[in-house]
Nanobody, 115 residues
C-alpha cells in the first residue's frame, strides 16, 4: 500500500509564494512520473506540472515561468514551488505518481490566493 502525503498549502496574498511537497510513503519499488494537478470550484481537474524520474518537466500553460516542479528521488518526494501567485491559482492541488507499476493520488491540499 502506497500513500501520497501532501503538505504546504495555505492562504497567500497575490504575488506571494508557496511551496508544496508530496512524499510517497509505503513499500516502494519504483516511482516513475510524479505530477501536480489542481481543481478549482466548478472546473475540471487540470495538469499543473509533471516530472519524470530523470528530471524532465512539463508545465501547464497558465503556470509556465511562475511554477517550478522538482523532485528528490532519495526521499520519494516531489515539490512545487509557486511564485507570483494569482487569485486564479486558487484550487485544491493534488499530487499524482506512478508507483510500482500503478498510479496513486494524494488527498489534496488547498491553496487560496486572496488579499
Amino acid at each position: 500500500q502506497v500513500q501520497l502525503v501532501e503538505s504546504g498549502g495555505g492562504l497567500v496574498q497575490p504575488g506571494g509564494s508557496l511551496k508544496l511537497s508530496c512524499a510517497a510513503i509505503g513499500t516502494i519499488f519504483s516511482i516513475d512520473t510524479m505530477a501536480w494537478y489542481r481543481q478549482a470550484p466548478g472546473k475540471q481537474r487540470e495538469l499543473v506540472a509533471a516530472i519524470t524520474s530523470g528530471g524532465s518537466t512539463n508545465y501547464g500553460d497558465s503556470v509556465k515561468g511562475r511554477f517550478t516542479c522538482s523532485r528528490d528521488n532519495s526521499k520519494n518526494t516531489v515539490y512545487l514551488q509557486m511564485n507570483s501567485l494569482e487569485p486564479e491559482d486558487t484550487a485544491v492541488y493534488y499530487c499524482w505518481a506512478t508507483v510500482n507499476g500503478g498510479y496513486s493520488w494524494g488527498q489534496g491540499t488547498q491553496v487560496t490566493v486572496s488579499s
